[in-house]
Nanobody, 126 residues
Framework: QVQLVESGGGLVQAGDSLRLSCAAS????????MGWFRQAPGQEREFVAA????????YYADSVKGRFTISRDNAKNTVYLQMNSLKPEDTALYYC???????????????????WGQGTQVTVSS
């Protein structure tokens, strides 16, 4: 049974940093793309960042480029999202997800992800 378990969310002030973790288990994710999405109340789920498990290629939404960094630790089967210079508009429930697709135009779309974590809340106060 595939499990994605996020952790690391919390309440921080604008300008602070947080690191989210996503522990993956239940299958081999080699060849998969791991993504981070977020959803604020009343908003659609939006793409944040993604990384190809095998090659380590990374992709970012324009809104987080230069502030967020996605990485993975193959030995620990864990994906990370380092979030720096946080803004109030980054406040959302952050989800980790996995997809077998690799094309950027496809991996930006949350509907193409087969596996999801339960989410971790990030709240940034001004």
């Amino acid at each position: 049974q595939v499990q994605l378990v996020e952790s690391g969310g919390g309440l921080v002030q604008a300008g602070d940093s947080l690191r989210l973790s996503c522990a993956a288990s239940g299958r081999t994710f080699s060849g998969y793309t791991m993504g981070w999405f977020r959803q604020a109340p009343g908003q659609e789920r939006e793409f944040v960042a993604a990384i190809s498990w095998s090659e380590g290629s990374t992709y970012y939404a324009d809104s987080v480029k230069g502030r967020f960094t996605i990485s993975r630790d193959n030995a620990k089967n864990t994906v990370y999202l380092q979030m720096n210079s946080l803004k109030p508009e980054d406040t959302a429930l952050y989800y980790c997800a996995a997809t077998s697709f690799r094309v950027y135009g496809v991996i930006k779309d949350w509907t193409n992800y087969a596996y999801w974590g339960q989410g971790t809340q990030v709240t940034v106060s001004s």
